[in-house]
């Protein structure tokens, strides 16, 4: 079965930073296509970034400059720094994977930016 278990997720202020973590199992992080989305408030879920097996990575505009997806190999685990964060920011990140023609969703982590 795949699992995508996130973590790191939590009350930051504006202009702080956090890393957001996702363990993944049943699953390997480098040979699929891996990525973060957010959903805020009354808002539809949106992409934040993509890391594809080659290592490659795509971001939304927003998180352009502020956010880093990268993977660790070893602990199968990927990674979303996120910096200059601001209010906006504040939703729920949902680590995701394309595997198998399927897209699995880890259970989310609140990010909360606020003063």
């Known amino acids: 079965q795949v699992q995508l278990v996130e973590s790191g997720g939590g009350l930051a202020q504006p202009g702080g930073s956090l890393r957001l973590s996702c363990a993944a199992s049943g699953i390997s992080v480098r040979t699929n296509v891996m990525g973060w989305f957010r959903q805020a408030q009354e808002k539809e879920r949106e992409l934040v970034a993509t890391?594809?097996?080659?290592?490659?990575?795509n971001s939304a505009d927003f998180a352009k400059g502020r956010f880093t997806i990268s993977r660790d190999n070893a602990q199968n685990t990927v990674h979303l720094q996120m910096n200059s964060l601001k209010p906006d920011d504040t939703a729920v990140y949902y680590c995701?994977?394309?595997?198998?023609?399927?897209?699995?969703w880890g259970k989310g982590t609140l990010v909360t930016v606020s003063s």
């Open positions: 890391i594809s097996s080659g290592g490659g990575t």
């Open positions: 995701y994977a394309g595997y198998a023609g399927r897209n699995y």
